[in-house]
């Protein structure tokens, strides 16, 4: 599953509002059986929560994500597939380049 968009306005920023938002996205997915999370974000923010490059498990993005390591994956269970890699899809939406860039 990939969570996108996720975003806090800048007034709000820096009050646990984003990871709050995390926590509850997260928590949703895993009780509807997601075993894989992915999104495209600033790794600085997204590697405290659990999120490591999913490029290094082999995971690509639907279009190309600059920097490198900005797409992202976190498993929600223990046994999740993490180093089997593949090609990741996006919902119609979401298929379009210009979500994809800053």
């Given at each position: ?17 984003g990871?709050l ?5 997260m ?7 997601i ?11 997204y ?5 490591v ?17 900005a ?5 929600l ?15 119609d ?10």
């Amino acid at each position: 599953m990939i969570l996108a968009p996720l975003a806090v306005i800048p007034d709000a920023q820096g009050r646990g509002v984003g990871g709050l938002l995390l926590r509850t996205g997260m928590r949703l997915l895993r009780d509807r059986g997601i075993r894989l999370v992915f999104l495209a974000g600033h790794p600085g923010y997204y590697l405290r929560h659990g999120f490591v490059p999913a490029r290094a498990h082999g995971f690509t993005p639907p279009f190309p994500v600059t920097p490198e390591e900005a797409w992202m994956v976190r498993p929600l269970e223990a046994d999740a597939p993490g180093g089997t890699g593949g090609d990741v899809r996006c919902a119609d939406a979401m298929n379009k380049a210009e979500h994809w860039r800053e």
